[in-house]
């Protein structure tokens, strides 16, 4: 690709969107290049708005239009049990069957030696912290079956075994191994958490 600055700048930061290689970003800056002005700068201003107003909720770590989530701030939710989740997205795919009705927790990631994540980059202090405030009575933990989600639930079980009156349990092994509760469809997600199992 010949060296036009503009260009090499919106491939730049293109590239820098989880997944997309350079070559992608090649492909994404031509198309944008092709569209109508308008549809471009659809994007851009879907991408302004996304940023000026929707933040991590600051109980539960999932998406907000405001400080507090729609999940947190709903008096008809049982804010007697949670479900630990890896990331935000995870929630969708809860929620998504309908039939929990709980509150979440969104770790953020999981515990990952290989790419140098630890317990301290990941929200557990908040996880203490509401679990005693609220007298959870369960948490699910929903993180995913592979190695790492599996080292994150043992972490989990390990820092709640002292809290009195909680249940820990885990999402039934319905989804699996190495797979990821995006790649499950509804009725399998249902099903693990229906038949989730004491930790
Ligand atoms: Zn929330």
Avoid: W
């Amino acid at each position: 690709m010949q060296n036009i600055q503009v260009f090499d700048d919106c491939v730049h930061e293109l590239s820098r969107l989880p997944g997309v290689g350079r070559k992608t970003a090649v492909r994404l800056a031509l198309h944008i290049l092709k569209i109508k002005p308008e549809q471009a700068y659809k994007l851009s201003d879907a991408i302004k708005k996304l940023k000026d107003n929707i933040k991590f909720c600051k109980e539960c770590g999932s998406i907000a239009e405001g400080d507090v989530c729609k999940v947190c701030s709903d008096s008809h939710r049982n804010k007697e049990i949670i479900c630990i989740v890896e990331e935000a997205k995870d929630v969708f795919f809860i929620e998504n069957t309908g039939r929990f009705n709980g509150l979440y927790h969104v770790l953020g990631g999981k515990i990952s030696p290989l790419d140098g994540i630890g317990p301290s980059d990941l929200s557990f202090n908040k996880l203490i912290e509401r679990v005693e405030k609220l007298y959870i009575k369960e948490v699910i933990i929903a993180t995913n079956p592979d190695a790492d989600g599996e080292t994150t639930a043992s972490y989990i079980g390990k820092i709640l075994q002292n809290v009195s009156n909680l249940k820990v349990t885990k999402l039934a092994s319905g989804i699996p191994i190495g797979s990821h509760l995006e790649y499950a469809d509804e009725i399998t997600v249902l099903r693990a958490l229906e038949n989730r199992v004491n930790l």
